[in-house]
């Protein structure tokens, strides 16, 4: 027996469940099957959101020779099989290509399709759930239009259910089938936007009891078919990163319980190592001198948590999140360092001021080296105005104050010492 998922899949537009954006009224591919102009697609997006369905649709719409692969076990000599086929009578239209998992292609293997669908003699329609730009050979991606599909949304997923449970009910059932809509809901909620997963989790719930005469589909039975709500993420994959960008997003932005909400999806997955590295480079990358003491705060509660160990290290991991949050925010020290590691790799460099260079050593004075060094502690306030960048950088300005109480107070200090210095 088909899975039900398969059983189900829509054979039109029409029936296809959610990725509006694409297929609704006067959008880009709909209007590209209505004309029958198929470009070399790539379909980037989560499992269950209709990825192969529209492929399948597009592949029996044309008039093409139509080959599927699964990059996950193909081979470079499965290519060359269909490129031979392009000199049979069945390929002279052309062949259309559908290739799942494209990103478990390497580079050599993606190359051998380049010729072919340059010159249009295959059109590729490919499937990753991975980001394309990462994964997929660049010259690969020059050629092709990436159209990224969404997750469903709840509401999508519980229309996908409400056609299976017809179905199912016609085909398989003795009786009546009855169902609690609630039911219904509780497995488009925990199946985080995949249709394939919430439609598994229904089958398994539905086929052994198709001979019940008073069997009722309710909350009880879906919950023994459906072990818990958690989320797809992968540690090296798109989610990975895209999580901790929305983490450090969300404290630059202040929003405590937005960060609280990352942070927890990370510790769900037991990802410690990276949130302990992310909230080192928050403290001094977005609060920095604002707040000069997180730094210390939080690399405390990152070593607690790397001590303790999940799932305790989740409480200094918390408080590290909500201090930084709720913590006076700054950028001028990373603005400050890649300005200047900006103007070395331009080549603005300069040679050091030889009052600046090291005198310790017999000759360096006959060279002029640190002759005419004037030592701040000597002077009123420690200062003294002398030259210290390289003349050719000497009005580079690479530290912009903040806005902030301690920022603004080094800004005081430095107009104090200046104007009661030695110059």
Not at 138 to 161: H, K, V, W, Y
């Amino acid at each position: 027996m088909k899975p039900l998922a398969d059983l189900i899949r829509p054979q039109t537009l029409d029936e296809v469940i959610g990725q509006q954006h694409l297929i609704g009224e006067n959008q880009i591919l709909r209007k590209l099957i209505e004309v029958n102009h198929i470009p070399n697609l790539i379909f980037y997006g989560p499992s269950g959101t209709g990825k192969t369905t529209l492929a399948n649709i597009i592949a029996r719409l044309s008039n093409k020779k139509i080959y599927k692969l699964n990059a996950t076990d193909a081979k470079t000599e499965d290519i060359r099989n269909i490129i031979k086929d392009l000199e049979t009578l069945d390929g002279m239209k052309g062949i259309l290509l559908y290739l799942d998992e494209i990103q478990n292609f390497n580079k050599k293997q993606q190359q051998t399709l380049l010729k072919y669908i340059e010159n249009g003699q295959i059109t590729l329609i490919a499937s990753t759930t991975e980001n394309p730009y990462f994964t997929i050979f660049s010259a690969i991606l020059s050629r092709s239009t990436i159209l990224e599909f969404n997750p469903l949304t709840l509401e999508e997923i519980e229309e996908g259910l409400k056609r299976a449970v017809t179905l199912v009910e016609s085909e398989f059932y003795l009786y009546p089938l009855t169902y609690d809509p609630e039911a219904l809901k509780y497995i488009a909620k925990v199946s985080n936007g995949d249709l394939r997963k919430a439609l598994n989790a229904l089958e398994i719930a539905l086929y052994p009891n198709c001979k019940m005469k008073e069997f009722v589909l309710d909350m009880d039975a879906v919950k023994k078919c459906t072990v818990t709500a958690g989320f797809s993420y992968d540690r090296f994959g798109d989610q990975h990163y895209d999580t901790l960008s929305a983490f450090q997003k969300s404290i630059r932005g202040s929003d405590a319980d937005a960060a609280i909400h990352y942070l927890a999806r990370l510790i769900q997955v037991g990802d410690l190592l990276s949130i302990c590295r992310r909230l080192l480079v928050i403290a001094t990358e977005d609060i920095g001198l604002a707040y000069p003491q997180a730094i210390t705060i939080v690399k405390g509660c990152t070593d607690a948590a790397l001590q303790l160990g999940f799932p305790e290290a989740r409480i200094p991991l918390a408080e590290a999140v909500i201090l930084l949050a709720n913590s006076p925010k700054s950028n001028s020290v990373v603005t400050a360092i890649d300005d200047a590691l900006a103007d070395l790799k331009n080549g603005n460099i300069g040679k050091i001021p030889n009052h600046l260079k090291d005198s310790h050593y017999s000759g360096a004075k006959d060279l002029g080296y640190g002759a005419e060094y004037k030592y701040p502690h000597d002077y009123p306030n420690h200062y003294v105005k002398q030259a210290y960048l390289p003349t050719s950088l000497k009005h580079v300005k690479y530290y912009q104050p903040g806005t902030n109480k301690v920022e603004q107070s080094f800004v005081n200090y430095q107009n104090f010492i200046k104007r009661n210095g030695k110059f």
